[in-house]
Antibody
């Protein structure tokens, strides 16, 4: 049974960096694409970024791909030794307050397994 | 990039069928068969219902079905049940920039 678990601070100060980690169990992160998705309070879903572990012969080999609206502030990476992937979002503002989900891709752009979500509040 | 367009709300009575639309452009919904649908109950993570326009993951009820015509995709729920009351989101691959994913704004389904 594949499970994803987000972890990280629940409170981040404005202008600082939001850092989250997703720990995967029951599947190898080397075998799939993985994404971060967020949902501001009372609003819809927003895809943030996806990553595909290096070592695969693929156009996106070893690289991450980001939502253009967040691209300048987002970094996503993997740690295969820990079977984890991470998100860093710099220069956060109140608009970055949201539930952050990590998710596994099924095929190109469907998300079949989701973490439970972690609430991140940006406030001083 | 604009989100895909969904109705804010739909409603139906138990046993009825309802359809939720998801309208995009030729750069996303209309151009590729990579439309997905998700169900989200309050306080829960989304659940994948349909992928690649009309495919159901294992374990998803066959009361849920997906289709597409032109730039509009649709999710149909038949035999409506009280447990179907939730928010529903569509998503699609988009080629408008680098490879990424667009979501719809979400539709609140009320079972009367």
């Amino acid at each position: 049974q594949v499970q994803l678990q987000e972890s990280g601070p629940g409170l981040v100060k404005p202008s600082e960096t939001l850092s989250l980690t997703c720990t995967v169990s029951g599947a190898s992160i080397s075998d799939y694409y993985w994404s971060w998705i967020r949902q501001p309070p009372g609003k819809g879903l927003e895809w943030i970024a996806f990553v595909y572990d290096s070592g695969r012969t693929n156009y996106y080999n070893g690289s991450a791909n980001y939502n253009p609206s967040l691209q300048s502030r987002v970094t996503m990476s993997t740690d295969t030794s820990k079977n984890q992937f991470s998100l860093k979002l710099t220069s956060v503002t109140a608009a970055d307050t949201a539930v952050y989900y990590c998710a596994r891709h099924q095929g190109l752009t469907a998300f079949d397994i989701w973490g439970q979500g972690t609430v991140v509040t940006v406030s001083s | 990039q604009s989100a895909l367009t969904q109705p804010a709300s739909v409603s139906g009575s138990p046993g009825q069928s309802i359809t939720i639309s998801c309208t995009g452009t030729s750069s996303d919904v209309g151009g590729y068969n990579y439309v997905s649908w998700y169900q989200q109950h309050p306080g829960k993570a989304p659940k994948l219902l349909i992928y690649d326009v009309s495919n159901r993951p294992s374990g998803v009820s066959n009361r849920f079905s997906g289709s597409k015509s032109g730039n509009t995709a649709s999710l149909t729920i038949s035999g409506l049940q009280a447990a179907d009351e939730a928010d529903y989101y569509c998503s699609s691959y988009t080629s408008s920039s680098t490879l990424d994913v667009l979501f719809g704004g979400g539709t609140k389904l009320t079972v009367l």
